[in-house]
């Protein structure tokens, strides 16, 4: 009863002084709101604007394949936009004067060497600002170069089995045949266990679990502030035992925590689209959440000399765990070492969590991610109550 | 017909690290009592009066309220208490009333009971007018008067007040002395710490002088004055620097100039004139026959010391 007395009264002192409003609610909904805006086109691409110029000196069969069976269908599709033009020296010029990011040259004879007469290349040129693109289109006259290799290899191969060398148009005839045959080995797209999140939910989740810890310090450093502020004497001079001043202060982080979070992912995906998955996933990884925040900031109070001091340095560690976290970006896929660091913070495996619901698990697909979310709050919160009786002093 | 004891302290000894702050104090308070304990600054008094409302764990010694142990893990005996620290212990986001609100549930207040007691308490300490206006907008008295107001609530058995007057007003802290006068009146054991003379001589019916940890001496003003045997009083008033009265005063016949190796409080000379000294001090030689100093009111004044 007395640890509901302090945290409601706490409760009234946070909601009367905003501070919970701006950091459980505004500051990280307004932060998923600009990472939102700033990445999630870059995430799907279409933020990228790409134009190509072709100039095609050979107008064979090959390279008219390529102008209008490789290039034309992706312009038609709008994964880019595909000028021709009449020289070489014209889509040189547009590419280094950035009038198209990139530009394919193909020389006269290209068709010729296609049909085993010689050798010839594609020529890209890319400008030099825009090497997203460059690679684009190295890609793309990469794949065409590779299956004209692919069929004039076979063709090859077949000539030199049966003995002799081709007819005149007996090549050209047999190509559409080679072309026909499907390729032993191809690329298939699978969903994975854990599937990727949206940009939208991705900063959505990482802005809310960072701001978590932000929030949920507020109840934690009570402790410090009653003792700064004169009235942990008091508290102590009450009847009430001491847990229960410890109770009410875990209690008024849980419930700022809790309902922080819960403000954010309803208005996550009213405003910005983000899609957190089930529900009552999201609940137990929510909780878990808060139960992380509370221990590790429970650790930071119970060594702290002054608010000031443990509000600097719970700061610090908010920012820190979130950013080898991957509440900012998605830190894991850099791999190596810093993967594996990642996975000693909360944020990693609340993140992990929201991914197993993403790619269609249950409530139960979160637990081995809530686990681990949890067992970091109650190991630090742990070790924090050995210490916490030094702050129970006037 | 003897009075009830409220309060008994019986050989409290704290020691933080290599400093005993608190040796073998004991004392007593009946109902009805004002006791006053007497002290300079870091003399003992608030890890006293920590240990016997169950702020701090005592190394030894046993307190008693209303013949109930009093540790640091009591709950229910300490609902006997009500408790005045000397810095102001209030929340200043939440108003007057949220404050002695949220303390009276504390105390096992509810309800109508509650708002009524409230009510009473804040048309004592005068802030009813006030009562939904947030404490941190109060001035110094104010936020002082309604500090007091928390420790009355719940109408204890004991008020502990420690230093209660500190930095306040003439005004305010005049009006903190009619209400111990008034609580005392009624009933509630008193336990006054100060180390103004002439609260303690306004308030107090007994009276505990602590120092080094130790309590000196105690009883009622007469105990103490016959303790002592009875001096002169010389009321003195002084202007300028330190150096300067020494300069001066050096001349007068017994004058004496404490070393410095001496602490504050002893060194008359560093302290305003008008605080109180203790006049069990004179027993320790002949600089204290011009002591107590009790009023800053000249009455006489050696004409080889102005």
């Keep these: 009863m007395a640890a509901l007395l302090i945290a409601l009264k706490d409760l009234r002192q946070r909601l009367r002084d905003r501070s919970a409003y701006l950091w459980g609610i505004v500051a990280p909904l307004g932060l998923a709101a600009i990472f939102s ?100 289109a190295s890609a793309v ?171 600097n340095v719970q700061s610090i560690i908010a920012f820190v765990l979130a950013m080898l976290g991957g509440s900012f970006f998605p830190i894991a896929q850099a791999g190596g070492f810093i993967a594996k660091l990642s996975l000693m913070t909360p944020h990693a495996w609340f993140l992990r969590g929201l991914g197993d619901l993403a790619a269609g698990g249950g409530a139960g697909a979160v637990f081995p991610a809530a686990l681990y979310v949890a067992l970091f709050g109650l190991v630090t919160g742990g070790l924090a109550m050995f210490r916490v009786g030094k702050v129970l002093t006037p | 017909m003897e009075r009830r004891l409220v309060l008994e302290a019986k050989g409290l000894r704290k020691a933080f690290k290599d400093l005993v702050a608190v040796k073998d104090v004991s004392f007593h308070i009946a109902e009805g009592e ?44 300490k609902a006997a208490i009500g408790f005045v620290p000397q810095d102001i212990a209030i929340y200043p986001d939440l108003t007057a009333r949220e404050n002695l609100m949220f303390f009276g549930h504390l105390y096992g207040l509810t309800g109508k009971a509650l708002a009524a007691r409230v009510d009473e308490v804040l048309d004592t300490i005068g802030l009813r007018e006030r009562a939904k206006d947030r404490s941190g907008e109060f001035s110094g008295g104010m936020k002082r008067r309604l500090n007091i107001g928390i420790g009355l609530l719940h109408k204890p058995r004991l008020l502990m007040l420690d230093e209660p007057t500190v930095g306040v007003d003439p005004q305010s802290r005049n009006a903190i002395l009619e209400s111990v006068e008034q609580l005392s009146a009624a009933g509630m054991a008193v336990l006054y710490t100060t180390h103004y003379m002439e609260e303690a001589e306004r308030l107090c019916d007994r009276v505990g002088i602590i ?33 300067g009265r020494w300069r001066r005063c050096a001349p007068c ?54």
């Design chain 1, 141 to 311: 006259a990469g794949q065409f170069v590779g299956e004209i290799n692919a069929v004039g290899t076979s063709l090859g191969t077949y000539f030199t089995l049966v003995g002799r060398a081709p007819e005149p148009g007996e090549a050209e005839a047999l190509v559409p045949e080679a072309m026909a045959v499907p390729a032993p080995l191809a690329l298939a797209e699978t969903t994975a266990n854990s599937k990727e999140l949206s940009a939208d939910t991705f900063y959505s989740a990482g802005m809310a679990i960072l701001f978590l810890f932000l929030t949920v310090q507020f109840g934690v450093l009570g402790l410090l502030e009653e003792r700064q502020n004169g009235t942990m004497g008091r508290l102590l001079a009450a009847p009430i035992s001491r847990r229960a001043i410890v109770v009410g202060k875990a209690l008024t982080s849980f419930v700022l925590g809790v309902v922080s979070m819960a403000v954010l992912v309803v208005g996550t995906t009213l405003l910005l689209g983000a899609s957190w998955g089930n529900s009552l996933g999201v609940a137990i990884l929510v909780l878990a959440g808060v139960i992380a925040a509370m221990g590790i900031m429970f650790v930071v109070a119970a060594v702290a000399r002054t608010p000031e001091q443990a509000d």
């Design chain 2, 34 to 77: 004002t006791y006053g304990l007497l002290g300079p600054n870091g003399a003992g008094k608030t890890t006293t009066i920590n240990m016997a409302i169950g702020l701090l764990e005592r190394d030894a010694g046993e307190v008693l309220v209303d013949g109930r142990e009093i540790r640091t893990t009591s709950t229910d005996a």
């Design chain 2, 211 to 243: 120092d080094e940890g130790s309590i000196r001496a105690e009883g009622t003003r007469a105990e103490l004055v016959r303790l002592v045997g009875e001096r002169d009083k010389v009321r003195l008033t002084a202007s300028g620097t330190s150096a």
């Design chain 1, 37 to 136: 805006l700033l990445f999630s086109d870059l995430a799907t691409g279409a933020a990228l604007d790409v134009r190509f110029a072709v100039s095609d000196q050979d107008r064979g069969a090959a390279a008219r394949a390529f102008v209008e069976e490789g290039l034309l269908p992706l312009d038609a599709q709008g994964v880019f936009a595909v000028e021709e033009v009449a020289s070489a020296a014209e889509a040189r010029q547009k590419a280094t004067a950035g009038d198209v990011d990139a530009a394919f040259v193909i020389p006269e004879g290209f068709s010729a060497a296609a049909e085993g007469n010689g050798t010839s290349a594609i020529e890209v040129v890319a400008n030099v600002d825009s090497p997203i693109a460059g690679q684009v």
């Design chain 2, 253 to 306: 016949p017994g004058w004496w100039r404490p070393p410095p190796a001496r602490r504050p409080w002893n060194c008359w000379s560093t302290r305003p004139i008008g605080r109180w000294r203790p006049s069990w001090r004179r027993r320790r030689g002949p600089a204290f026959r011009s002591i107590p100093w009790t009023s800053t009111s000249p009455t006489s004044r050696p004409s080889s010391c102005t």
